[in-house]
């Protein structure tokens, strides 16, 4: 089966670390995306994980543990500009990508 | 990544009728494909699009509702038939990333199309 799982909501504070989790079961998965939408916007892409373990792009860092079905986006140094939804999307095979719900960030001042 | 236009950005349209929405691309890409975005919600995809053969449609979407035409590698078109307010959406393209360093699998969007059905 393919469903994935985040949370719907969070808030943060400006300059603090928020992680968002996904948790997965996807058959035939290839990847593991997070994708950030602004309200009104096109998704755009973060990052991608097809191995365990870390990666990390400036202060946006991205971790995967395939064994446990398992992703986390982990933003840092909050900005105002990161409120958005973000998105968890399992790769599915041809390259069809399987998205979560979306968990809407509101980081405050 | 490929640069994504889609037109029209936004249509407001009555029940009943069709609108076609066009997604053009500046580089030649194999796969594209047609997603669903209803308020509030996630992404769903509709269909996959590649040149040169039928589209394939997921599960609860259908040709007859959702006619898709890939005549070349930069452009496609998805028309939303037989309009009614559940159809009201924002449709979005998406491409799979061109450029080596990039990984095969990335989807770039395009900036979708805002639609309201009365």
């Known amino acids: 089966g393919q469903n994935i799982d985040q949370p719907t909501e969070m808030t943060a504070t400006e300059g603090a670390i928020v992680q968002i989790n996904c948790t997965y079961q996807t058959s035939g998965f290839n990847g593991l995306f997070w994708y950030q939408q602004h309200a009104g916007e096109a998704p755009t892409f973060l990052s991608y994980?097809?191995?365990?373990g870390l990666e990390e792009k400036g202060r946006f860092s991205s971790f995967l543990s395939r064994s446990k079905g398992y992703s986390y986006l982990l933003l840092k140094e909050l900005q105002m500009k990161d409120s958005a939804s973000y998105l968890c999307?399992?790769?599915?095979?041809?390259?069809?990508?399987?998205f979560g719900a979306g968990t809407r960030l509101a980081v405050h001042p | 990544s490929a640069v994504i236009s889609q037109k029209p950005s936004r249509d407001i349209c009555q029940r009943g009728t069709s609108l076609t929405i066009q997604c053009q691309v500046d580089?030649?890409?194999?796969?594209m494909f047609w997603y669903r975005q209803q308020p509030g919600q996630s992404l769903t995809l509709i269909a996959t699009a590649n040149q040169g053969s039928e589209a394939t449609y997921e599960s609860g979407f259908v040709i007859d509702k959702f006619p898709i035409s890939r005549p070349n590698l930069t452009f496609s078109t998805l028309t939303v038939s037989n309009m009614s307010p559940e159809d009201s959406s924002i449709y979005l393209c998406?491409?799979?990333?061109?450029?080596?360093?990039?990984?095969?699998?990335?989807?770039?969007f395009g900036p979708g199309t805002r639609l309201l059905v009365l």
């Open positions: 999307a399992g790769s599915g095979g041809y390259n069809k990508l399987i």
């Open positions: 994980n097809v191995l365990d």
């Open positions: 580089s030649q890409v194999t796969m």
């Open positions: 998406s491409v799979v990333g061109t450029r080596s360093r990039e990984s095969t699998e990335t989807q770039y």
